[in-house]
């Protein structure tokens, strides 16, 4: 198998080979992805580590298999920050010479310095400075054995999305879609769901009782995933005129924020717990 790392801010995964195509997903800064064809010169269709597939532009990619081998074993943060800045020093004068979405990650070369910037390493070799509050543990793994911790973990990175524009096939602060925010809420605390509004066969998220609903379960509905925040409250990522993003609505009837046309078409509860 051959393998290429994302090395633009985000990689826009194309439902063809095109760029006005439609926009299916986006991947991440660092990142690795399958190369599962090569139908032009331009264009690589991949699969990412979370089996989503579309088609990714050369320019948006990392093929040197070197810098891939060293990347994979190189010490990684995450970005939490919305949007980060690398710069060529540990100024803010330097030049930027990439920035970075939450869900991005950098390779760590030196602990912070008493400005707060910290040295890293982008994964095409190239050396900047980001500052330390900008970044944080690159979880690639969970235990249910805290199950309250990892669930408020998970709400909360939901919340820190709020107010963001809605993307149809965005993951990022700079647009997000439905299942781009519950998948990048799971995926950031070290949780592989699947990519699209609905429970699908190999990943964790498992069909629950309505009763059963606690905070970071998901509510499903047609073409449509929301996630449950706790006292009748869900956060989700719309498209609705007068909301145009990330939002908070109720299922309470009595509450100003009750989308009746949502509540009334539930089809499942999915949870990881």
């Known amino acids: ?36 064809s090569q139908p032009d010169c331009e264009w690589y269709e991949v699969k990412t580590r ?4 579309g088609f990714v532009h050369v320019s948006e990619l990392l093929l040197d298999e070197e810098r891939i081998n060293i990347w994979d074993g190189a010490d990684k943060k995450v970005v939490l920050q919305s949007y980060g800045d690398v710069l ?3 100024r803010v004068r330097g030049h930027r010479l990439l920035s970075l979405t939450r869900g991005g990650v950098v390779a760590v070369l030196e602990n912070a310095n008493e400005d707060g910037w910290v040295k890293v390493a982008l994964c095409d070799g ?3 400075y980001l500052k330390e509050k900008f970044i944080g543990t690159y979880i690639t793994s969970y235990s249910l054995e805290e199950e309250a911790e990892l ?32 998948s990048a809420a ?27 609903m606690k905070p970071a379960d998901l509510l499903f509905f047609p073409g449509h995933v929301a996630m449950y925040i706790g006292d009748n409250r ?37 949870s990881l717990f």
């Open 151 to 182: 669930r408020r973990n998970i709400v909360n990175t939901a919340l820190a999305y709020m107010g963001t524009q809605y993307r149809w096939g965005g993951k990022s602060p700079l647009g997000i879609d439905c299942s781009g925010l519950c």
């Open 88 to 90: 060529s020093m540990p």
């Open 186 to 212: 799971y995926m950031l605390n070290g949780v592989i769901i699947y990519r699209d509004a609905g429970i699908a066969e190999g990943f964790p998220i498992h069909e629950i009782p309505y009763e059963r």
């Open 50 to 53: 979370y089996r989503y597939t």
């Open 1 to 36: 198998m051959k393998y290429a790392l994302v090395n633009n801010t985000l990689a826009s995964l194309m439902k063809e080979a095109a760029w006005d195509s439609e926009l299916v997903d986006e991947d991440f800064y660092g990142m690795k992805v399958e190369i599962l």
């Open 126 to 128: 190239r050396i900047g």
């Open 234 to 270: 869900y956060v989700h990522s719309t498209g609705k005129n007068g909301s145009d993003g990330v939002v908070i609505n109720s299922l309470n009837p009595m509450d100003k924020d009750y989308r009746e046309d949502l509540v009334q078409s539930i089809k499942a509860v999915g």
